[in-house]
């Protein structure tokens, strides 16, 4: 009973979070992906249309997620916020979900074209829209 | 001069990597644990970084404990974390479905390292679950053409963790690896 009503929930934020990942998209064609994954490596919805990769993203994301956070956590510097990995051909940007106890990240990658400063404020505005979600789903 | 071994290790989620080195390394250890949304397992939390800690021996030499996550989906972070590594503890839930087929996942994800001879295997749950017996466990490994040492261990208990720690410095001194020395 418990896992069916954890699973209608997930059911449930990815229907809700699926537009406007696909929103972030059309607004910035410089961002090729963007997905929303747990803390442990699972894709709870993408903007994209090979699974496989989201997995893989996923996985990865929820790891780059931790060694941050572990880090901000050993160095005392706070509460942790987000990621970003620049590289000659384009950047990723992870967030937490505000309000979401660190269990449900953002991840978004662009192409070299997109600008870091605009694309870091598309995703944390992103964020905090579906931290406000996931927030709403919560109470 | 200290020299630094660094060791991983490593097995299926709920095997007890993290409790592994936590049981040794204390309060200082270093975790990246998430909440498990995988309803497989019945565990609250799971490893998708790494775990770190940290045993100083008597001569002064530092042991760098690396524990990875256990589920296949982070395969990408066991190559990295295996970089540099000496040694490798591989830990086998005896209560899973196929402990035998645990075991020859990663025995082939750490192929280099398998090579390199410099691994203990620890059977956790053995007392409630006796089957494999060690005795399948050496037959299986023979099967490989592998010689390991494999141990029935609680790894909750820290003088289980020595004592494979213990055996796998052992087999470093064998193979003649002297690790990173640092002044």
Redesign the interface.
Known sequence: MG?AV?QLQRNHLTEQFTPLLLELQREHPGVIAAQVC?????VVAQAQSDEEAG??L???V??????G??MVT?LQLGTYSHLSVEASLGKCMLFALPGTG??LLLAAIADGGMLWGQFLTACRSLSEALGKIASSGRS | MAEEHKIIFTGTMGAGKTTAISAVAGKSM??????????SVAKAT?T???DYGEIQLPNGDVLRLYGT?G?R??A??WRIIARGALGIVILVDNSRPDPLADLSLYLDSFDDLVKTGVVVIGVGRSETHPEPSLDAYYQFLESRQLMLPVFQVDVREPEHVLMMLDVLLSMLELTGDEGVTHG
């Open positions: 896992e954890k747990t803390s442990d490596g699972f997995r893989r996923a996985a990865m929820s790891s780059m997620h931790a060694l956070e572990a050993d660190g269990q | 270093l975790r990246t644990e998430a909440v498990n949304t995988d309803s799971t998708v970084g790494f996550p589920q989906r982070f990408f972070l």
